[in-house]
């Protein structure tokens, strides 16, 4: 089993930033990729960015691209989101994905709120 824990949430206003956390925990070995996901209410559950564990190939959604930046940490498990120049439309519930060869693994979500 791999624990997935977010952090760094918060209400920021429009133009600002935020940086997330995502800490994985217990049977790391084989996570491949991480990625952080958001769902606002009433739409569907999106990828922001991915990162993989390796060479550390990153994808982007092309609503976020230039503005938010993925990064990681093996030794610590963990990877972020720098969010910068946030929007009113990026609110949402950011949610962090660990992809392994067992299967896939969730986070609780951490709210991000953006105000105009």
């Known amino acids: 089993q791999v624990q997935v824990v977010e952090s760094g949430g918060g209400v920021v206003q429009a133009g600002g930033s935020l940086r997330l956390s995502c800490a994985a925990s217990g049977n790391t070995v084989g996570i491949n990729t991480m990625g952080w996901y958001r769902q606002a209410p009433g739409k569907q559950r999106e990828l922001v960015a991915s990162?993989?564990?390796?060479?550390?190939?990153?994808s982007y959604a092309d609503s976020v691209k230039g503005r938010f930046s993925i990064a990681r940490d093996n030794r610590k498990n963990t990877v972020y989101l720098q969010m910068n120049s946030l929007k009113p439309e990026d609110t949402a519930n950011y949610y962090c994905?660990?992809?392994?060869?067992?299967?896939?693994?969730w986070g609780q979500g951490t709210q991000v709120t953006v105000s105009s």
């Open positions: 990162i993989t564990t390796g060479r550390g190939s990153t």
């Open positions: 994905r660990c992809w392994t060869q067992r299967g896939d693994y």
